[in-house]
């Protein structure tokens, strides 16, 4: 069963940083795109980065852009999100997903089959 694992959530104050992590199975990893995305409470699932297989080019929300870096580690098939100068705005659960090229665009989460479960993001003022 294809699976992705996030890590590195966890509670920092504003200005603090963090990297995530989503390991997946290999055959996901190499065939699909793969994505981060956030969800508030409240608030509707958001697409905040996402990285293209084989070139590895990337894409960014207009909301995260120059805070946020998404990145591979080809030799582990994981996908990495940093997040510098967080803000109490970005507390949400992060979920990695893989997809494939559809019409809604990148960041668009229709275009996603496969999720992982999630890892919180919490900050304080």
């Known amino acids: 069963q294809e699976q992705l694992v996030e890590s590195g959530g966890g509670s920092v104050q504003a200005g603090g940083s963090l990297r995530l992590s989503c390991a997946a199975p290999k055959y996901t990893y190499s065939n699909n795109y793969m994505g981060w995305f956030r969800q508030a409470p409240g608030r509707e699932r958001e697409g905040v980065a996402t990285?293209?297989?084989?070139?590895?080019?990337?894409i960014y929300a207009n909301s995260v852009k120059g805070r946020f870096t998404i990145s591979q580690d080809n030799a582990k098939n994981t996908v990495y999100l940093q997040i510098d100068t967080l803000k109490p705005e970005d507390t949400a659960m992060y979920y990695c997903a893989a997809g494939r090229s559809c019409s809604g665009g990148y960041l668009y989460a229709g275009c996603f089959s496969i999720w992982g479960r999630g890892t919180q993001v919490t900050v304080s003022s």
């Open positions: 990285i293209l297989a084989g070139g590895g080019r990337t």
